[in-house]
């Protein structure tokens, strides 16, 4: 899976400033760019600030999230804790109003989430060992990377009931990426089908045209040649004006 983090490789001078500033070496100088080792990366967001030339961006999730308000579910928007410290300048009413006019069905505060694992947390703590402690949370997505991809020692002390939640909702939001994606494929071939048919039509058309001059009383009944045909194929000479067609003999 790719991390939250790219590099705009034209716009990398090869500063080395980001590779010196990652607290865990997940960077490495290619060839013409310094390229993020994403199995390493735990997402601080350190070299997106320290890189002078904004070669390092956040993942643009926009296109993901505009074709889920495609789609038949209502998509909701939650708020990070911090939203308050980044519009300071707005009421939290107008927030709201400006996200439901993009078309979020509904809006909600990340800390109100804290109300629906508080049980499960408790559950997991009470039943942690003692020899465990302390345990840590598993609420900042940087935390867990961190502990995951480079102290293993700590995936005890680590409380799993977030994590597990937020690697659902990943699973389904994955899935819901991997149908877009075929819907996308199965658009390309209509698109190209249609083409096609089209181009067959005008083709079949045009001889129409001809024969009809030449002929004078012309019959409007088309003939698959050595009668092969398929559903393209079909749709052109229907497409094309001919009112019966039936099938020629096959040439051997
Ligand atoms: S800090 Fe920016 S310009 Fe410098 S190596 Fe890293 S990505 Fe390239
Ligand atoms: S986001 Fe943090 S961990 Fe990932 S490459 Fe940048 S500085 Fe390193």
Redo the contacts with the bound molecule.
Sequence with gaps: MKGPIT?LRE?????????R?CPVKA?K?DKD??EIIDSRCIGCGI?VR???????VIADSIPTVQSLMQGPDPVIAILGSSYPAFFNDIRPGQLVAGIKALGFSEVHEGASGVELIRRAYQTEIENQEKSATPLISSHCPAIVDLIEHHYPQLLRNLLKTEKKERQKLQDELDQRETELDEMEKTSELWKAEKKECMRLRDEIAGRKEVLAARLGNFLPVFCYPSGDYNATLRRAVEAAGFEAHGLGRRHR
């Design positions: 590099t716009r990398c001078r090869k500063c080395y400033s980001c590779v500033n960077i100088v760019h310094a070299c320290v890189c002078s030339q904004q070669a390092k």
